[in-house]
């Protein structure tokens, strides 16, 4: 039931902060902010200061699987949830999944699949973002490439795009280099911090994503024995 589903979601991400011993592997990816009602998908000892009121909002939406590959399909949705945190690790007001979900949900959209640019404007003034980052992603063998931009909603502008590659293990890395280019003007990322392996993020995020919550309690469980 959801009970079962909130409890293996909580001790997962406790593993992330590394509240509990598991096998976590040293990247440089910063753990971002509990604040927002502790909603965030990477909760640590090291919050960062609270944005400024008049600093810009921003939305990140799932990523597009330019291959539309099934296999893949879980990075979608990973990299909003990684890049989210990583700006939000930078002091960026970035939205947490929670409130994106909620307007998904108002705007009876699909949480989990590829929307035009109208729509996710329009997301993003229902939750009062400033800006909308959008982006794609490739995976070609074990490397992946993934590519955002912005949207500034006021003047509807995009920004140039931002790309960023590397291994597949590498996922971390990559999302971090991209929030900092994204959220910190290119500056160098913080210290390294602990990550869980791979193969358990990826149960963790289709468990996000699962619609039962029979199959939200197996992937989470597989993720915490991963």
Do not use: M
């Amino acid at each position: 039931g959801s009970s079962l589903c909130d409890k293996t979601l909580k001790r997962f991400l406790d593993c992330r902060a590394g509240r509990r011993r598991v096998r976590c592997k040293p990247v440089r990816h910063r753990q971002s902010a509990a604040g927002d009602g502790g909603d965030s998908l990477s909760p640590g000892p090291n919050h960062p200061a609270r944005a400024p009121a008049d600093q810009p909002r921003v939305l990140v939406v799932p990523f597009e699987n330019e291959r539309n590959e099934p296999k893949f399909h879980w990075l979608s949705e990973a990299a909003a949830v990684l890049l989210t945190d990583g700006l939000r690790a930078g002091g960026s007001a970035a939205i947490v999944r929670s409130q994106r979900v909620r307007a998904f949900e108002q705007l009876y959209l699909p949480v989990s699949r590829s929307l035009s640019r109208a729509t996710i404007i329009k997301v993003g003034q229902l939750v009062g973002a400033t800006d909308v980052v959008i982006g794609t992603y490739r995976v070609d063998g074990t490397t992946v490439s993934v590519t955002a931009r912005s949207i500034r909603l006021d003047a509807g502008r995009l920004q140039p795009e931002v790309t960023e590659r590397g291994e597949l293990t590498e996922l971390f890395g990559i999302f971090e280099r991209l929030s900092g280019r994204l959220g910190r003007g290119g500056r160098p990322a913080g210290p390294a911090a602990a990550h869980p392996p791979l193969d358990a993020f990826e149960n963790y995020i289709k468990g996000l994503l699962a619609t039962s919550p029979v199959s939200q309690a197996s992937f989470l469980e597989a993720a915490l024995r991963d």
